[in-house]
């Protein structure tokens, strides 16, 4: 797959985000063709010990389906995703906004933007102000 080590460096940067405290969230979108899933909303929860993982908001056409993952399942289930049905990944983060695209050819790229968000998500600044990362 052309595409899996600039997704590798993509989630990287997702994993580089979250130790930075600039995390907002990260959003599965533009499927190929008419899927029953529609998108994919990844967001950063606490735990118990004050580590974190990911909560995963699968949104199919008829359902909604929650499920956590820890940061190495959560590269996984992402993986999945990729081709399956998803081309674009968004990693949005105070510092600027962060594009996975696979193309035709299978070929991965990342792009930078301006930031979308200009405030980190609540879990991040939770974790910020409790000193965890």
Known sequence: MLYQPIFNE??????????KGTFAK???AKTMGDTEIKNVFV???ILENNTYNFAFL????????ESNHSVEEAFVVLSSYIKNPFLTALLFTTD???TFKVNKKNVGSIIYQNPTFKNVSPVMQEMI????I
């Open 10 to 19: 993509f989630y990287e940067l997702v994993k580089d985000s979250i130790s």
């Open 129 to 132: 102000d409790k000193k965890t």
């Open 26 to 28: 990260l959003t599965l």
């Open 43 to 45: 967001k950063l929860n």
């Open 96 to 98: 600027n906004d962060v």
């Open 58 to 65: 699968t949104r199919y056409k008829t359902e909604e389906i």
